[in-house]
């Protein structure tokens, strides 16, 4: 079982990682001046780092933490592929359909069959 301390740096991280993503929405640059933008993506990507390396690191020691942590996978990209097919759908609407949508989408399409392929493979 995961100790608190563990849960809350996740809880943490993860907050912080909102944060910084929620900092982008200034389209016109009102609170934000240019070199503070270079400052926040240092962050952005720190934090993002944090983050990739506790989902990594993260060892389930019985099958029920199997589940929960396959379970939070699924739901985490069952949100992230709604999403990016929510956005692909708006903008297409629109007429202006930004290629970074399509490409972010085709990538977890592709990595997670090369994830179901690998474990196939591997056991």
Known sequence: M???S???NEVSISIIFIILATLFLDPFMLFMPHSFV???LAGFVVVFALF???LWKELARDEREQL???LAGRIGYLLGTGTLVAGIIHQTIYARLDPWLVAA???M???KLGGHIYSKERK
């Open 68 to 70: 929960h942590a396959m």
């Open 6 to 8: 563990t849960i809350c």
């Open 2 to 4: 995961k100790t608190l």
């Open 38 to 40: 270079y400052l926040l």
């Open 105 to 107: 989408l085709a990538l």
């Open 52 to 54: 990739a390396g506790l």
């Open 109 to 111: 399409l592709l990595g």
